[in-house]
């Protein structure tokens, strides 16, 4: 069984003093399951000291070089990643996608460098609103997902099947749009990427989480949805009181699984 797994993406938001007292304040009650906070990289290690008695709260990075060490003005490095104390790393989210020209070769590069350094990898994936409409989705979305898991195996790295893997699924239409896939088109999908896994994956299967305006209002109804493991949020994310609330449905909604 996948583990479920929720994932605060702060993206570029908070100053240093905010980030720590949000922290504090949705972590103040204890939890079974893991949380993981995906901060900006100058915070963690103010972050680190927060989390360290709390064996189901993680940090995670929202993105990583894909060289190793060097001279590579502005990059942060898996390694130093490792350093810091975090755990998990998004890899290949739409907005470095588009804003950045991020593609499944260099994809493939963080993934192993994320590896290397005993980090999960979180894979994103997702459609835009172009591709919605022309129904072409769950093609794209498996190419989207073949694609990096080629280049991965053309890089022959040996521990790829042993590697721990998360997939996200977070459609651009529904990124910080208030506009959420209902649930049944978010288990089409989820479904779909499961059985593109198990055809091109060898690793054990990879959690499945839902991202795209995921929000205390939602969550419990995506959580129901058989192929969802979990949720990867931004914006509700931000706010004490919503963040709480997710962390709640989600305990709830995976508890006895
Ligand atoms: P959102 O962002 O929850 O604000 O839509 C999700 C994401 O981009 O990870």
Known sequence: MPT???IANWKMNLLPDQAQHLLKS??????????????????????????????HIFLGAQDLSAYKVGAYTGEVSGQMLRALGVKFVLVGHSERREYHREQAELLAQKIIRAWENELTPVLCVGENLQIREQGTHLAYIREQIAEVLAFIS?????????????LAYE???????G???????V????????????????????????????????????????DVDGALVGGASLQIESMQALIQKFVKAFAKS
């Open 187 to 226: 288990q089409e999908v989820h479904s779909h990427i499961r059985q593109a896994l198990r055809e091109l994956w060898r690793g054990s299967m990879p959690s499945i989480l839902y991202g795209g305006s995921v929000k205390p209002e939602n969550a419990t109804d995506l959580f129901a949805m058989q």
């Open 26 to 55: 949705v972590t103040a009650e204890s939890v079974d399951l893991p949380v993981v906070f995906a901060s900006p990289f100058p915070y963690l290690p103010l972050l680190s000291p927060l989390i360290k008695d709390k064996a």
């Open 171 to 177: 459609p651009i239409w529904a990124i910080g749009t």
């Open 154 to 166: 053309k890089l022959s790295v040996e521990q790829a099947s042993q590697s721990p893997l998360v």
């Open 179 to 185: 506009r959420t896939a209902s649930p049944e088109m």
């Open 4 to 6: 479920p797994l929720l």
